[in-house]
């Protein structure tokens, strides 16, 4: 059954993906972007799916945003947070910008972008909500106490509005990615990537975008319902938890 789906951050990498694997099952997909208006119009000429500019971390542009959305696709019943931004440093380093522009994308655009659908979500007896975390959420790391932050944020988002959701059709789920093959582990040197990296993960590789996206479109579909408030960790068993 298709049904009116977002995806923000949802026109370059694991975005992509699991925009083009959301349009696969059959579901009307509206993929956000925050700058790269060439590399998104690009994306909607090769797949046919809508885009749409706007800043997560600003509550005014997400409720617009997905006013025109719904004015123009229909009401949304999936929303997939995937957008997220990086700004590492070494906590001593770091400076209250570089805090504050990970929290407002990674953290505050989850409230900013599920605020606008939950409403009409309770009201019709059903939504999907799927937010991508990352395995760093999970353990932490060094160099990226923003970042880490926020994603484990994420988390505890997910598991206390799944109980709020839970007696009106909605689920709330988290996917926690691991090292995923796209254009930010390419700046990696091979020589970091065999020494440093690929130990680490027991299956001895990089996952692949297609991968997560696979997971989101279960979380996202009608055969998922009695899954609430799960998080479901792809990351090779790097980070079994």
């Known amino acids: 059954m298709g049904r009116v789906a977002i995806v923000t951050g949802g026109t370059r990498g694991i975005g992509a993906a699991i925009s083009t694997a959301l349009r696969d099952a059959g579901h009307e997909v509206a993929a956000t972007y925050a700058g790269n208006a060439e590399r998104a119009n690009a994306f909607s000429a090769e797949t046919g ?67 606008q659908v939950w409403e009409g ?18 353990k932490g ?34 996917v926690c990615p691991g090292y995923i093959n796209t254009d930010m582990m390419a700046t990696i040197t091979d020589d970091i990537m065999q020494k440093h990296i690929l130990p680490q993960i027991p299956v001895g590789r990089l996952g692949e975008a297609q991968e997560i996206a696979r997971c989101v479109v279960f979380l996202a579909s009608d055969d998922s319902g009695f899954i609430t408030g799960s998080t479901l960790s792809a990351n090779g068993g790097q980070y079994m938890h």
């Open 121 to 138: 979500m309770r009201d019709r007896g059903f939504g999907r909500i799927v937010n991508i975390s990352s395995i760093n959420g999970q």
């Open 49 to 115: 799916i809508a885009v749409y500019q706007w800043d997560v971390s600003s509550f005014d542009a997400c409720a617009a945003g997905i006013a025109r959305v719904e004015a123009e696709i229909g009401p949304v019943e999936i929303l997939v947070n995937n957008a997220g931004i990086t700004q590492d440093a070494m906590f001593h380093k770091m400076t209250p910008e570089q805090w504050q522009a990970v929290i407002g994308t990674n953290l505050s655009g989850l409230f900013n972008m599920t605020r």
């Open 141 to 174: 790391q060094a160099g990226q106490v923003n970042y880490a932050a926020a994603k484990s944020g994420d988390i505890g988002f997910t598991k206390a509005l799944a109980q709020e959701g839970a007696k009106k059709g909605i689920t709330v789920n988290a």
